[in-house]
């Protein structure tokens, strides 16, 4: 097994030694601790100039630091890998993780509707379709109004499968349903016995739904009506809004998944995010596991109000990791951290007698920040603040460089907002705001 070289500065020294003697499997190393206090200062020409030799295959410089790899191998002869930003994802770096073999496949459809689409543009249209689909939509439903009659719905419809569209059509109203299926339409959202004189001219998947005010059974009339026409459909039961029948409806969801195995299933799941004072995020994680236990094949969302932002991309991650651990038969934990958004999986904190130490051994004047158990702390060799409130800190460091102190006052407020949500801080880093900082990563690559 090869030897790794550990090269750190002073001021995490005793951190990494003990990162390194709490690895679930040992890994053969040495350590060496570099006359520098920060290692995210070093760069890579000082780690080469000031180097030992020693027995060691290859070298692990901290993640942060600047500099060509190259400059440390072709002087010491040994490979140089550069590890995480923080030295307490080793474990993870060296695959003390669970292997996510087949990650990312899923089960359940998006359908993400474009509320009021009459109201819109069709370049409007197109934009939030193909916004929609980079989010994770499988289909795009085109969702009309009442009093507003979609008289192009054809065009639009015709227009978005040249785009490589799936469309579904969400209309009660005859003639948008005929036009939205003259266009080309993959799915019509809803039939039941109000519009059931339309079925024999559609030959697109029918959505079909109980009729209105009748009762949940008359689904099964309509099923067998439509069966009787060799019609593909699908079957919505319809979910409930919380404290407006939720419960009762999932478990009409169950009993006619067991009634119909074999027909596949719709669930809006819009009247649960849409209709509650809620953020999405865990709302659809659970609805991706219920999605997921019932075999439903298709749910319906939008994003309406403001707390529903995401929801499509939200949906598309929770189903992935929900169709995994129901695949592997086990709980969806510790598999995949993007839908922690505003909580850490394990929180990375110092203690405080840590920071007392670490500002023990400093010995200039550049200001260190770190959070711990709720509180914001700032230190030098001269200063060790502890607090909440960082405008009274900022005030007791007196700093009289502009520059220094826009530095300081953004650290400030970012270590804040990580011990105000409960995040993770680390000086000179971004939060990790899960999906959404993956979001920001997808843009800066392109």
Not at 102 to 114: P, Q, R, S, V
Not at 132 to 160: H, M, P, Q, W
Not at 270 to 283: A, F, K, R, W, Y
Not at 400 to 411: D, F, I, N, T
Request: charged letters at 25%; one cysteine or more; hydrophobic letters at 35%.
């Amino acid at each position: 097994m090869k030897r790794f070289l550990f090269v750190t500065g002073r001021l995490a020294g005793d951190s990494l030694k003990k990162t390194l003697g709490e690895l679930q499997t040992e890994i053969p190393h040495e350590i060496q601790i570099l006359k520098k206090d920060v290692a995210s200062l070093m760069t890579t020409q000082f780690i080469a100039d000031h180097l030992k030799n020693g027995e060691f295959d290859e070298i692990m410089i901290p993640g942060l630091c600047k500099g060509d790899l190259s400059v440390i191998e072709n002087q010491h002869s040994r490979k140089v890998v550069a590890g995480p930003k923080d030295l307490r994802d080793i474990p993870d770096f060296f695959g003390q993780k669970k292997d996510l073999k087949d990650y990312g496949k899923y089960h359940t459809k998006i359908l993400a509707e474009i509320v009021d689409a009459p109201l819109l543009s069709e370049s409007e249209l197109l934009k939030r379709a193909e916004y929609y689909r980079e989010s994770g939509a499988d289909v795009i439903d085109i969702g009309c109004t009442d009093g507003k009659f979609f008289s192009n719905l054809d065009t639009v419809v015709s227009c978005l499968k040249k785009e490589g569209f799936q469309v579904s059509v969400d209309s009660f109203n005859d003639n948008e349903i005929l036009l939205g299926h003259d266009g080309g339409a993959d799915y019509i959202l809803s039939i039941n016995s109000q519009n059931m004189h339309l079925a024999s001219r559609l030959d697109c998947q029918l959505v079909v739904i109980p009729n209105f005010g009748e009762g949940l059974e008359t689904i099964d009339r309509n099923i067998q009506t439509l069966q009787e026409m060799k019609k593909k459909i699908i079957l919505d039961p319809i979910l409930n809004p919380l404290n407006m029948g939720f419960a009762e409806s999932i478990s009409n969801f169950v009993t006619y998944r067991k009634r119909y195995p074999d027909l596949p299933f719709l669930m809006g799941i819009g009247n649960l995010t849409e209709l509650m004072d809620c953020d999405s995020s865990g709302v659809n994680a659970i609805m991706a596991g219920v999605t997921e236990e019932l075999s439903i094949d298709y749910i319906l969302t939008t994003e309406v109000a403001n707390w529903c932002e995401g929801t499509v991309r939200q949906f598309d991650l929770a189903r992935q990791l929900m169709h995994y651990a129901h695949q592997n038969q086990i709980v969806p934990k510790n598999i995949n951290d993007s839908l922690l958004v505003l909580k850490e999986r394990k929180k990375k904190e110092f203690t405080e007698q840590e920071l007392l130490d670490l500002k023990n051994q400093i010995t200039d004047k550049g200001f260190r920040i770190s959070t711990s158990e709720g509180f914001v702390y700032i230190f030098n060799r001269d200063v060790f603040l502890k607090g909440t409130d960082i405008n009274d800190m900022f005030k007791q460091l007196k700093i009289k460089s502009v520059s220094h102190a826009y530095y300081l006052g953004r650290e400030l407020m970012r270590a804040k907002t990580a011990v105000t949500v409960g995040k993770n801080y680390t000086q000179e880093q971004n939060l990790d705001w899960g999906y959404l900082t993956e979001s920001e990563q997808d843009l800066d690559d392109h």
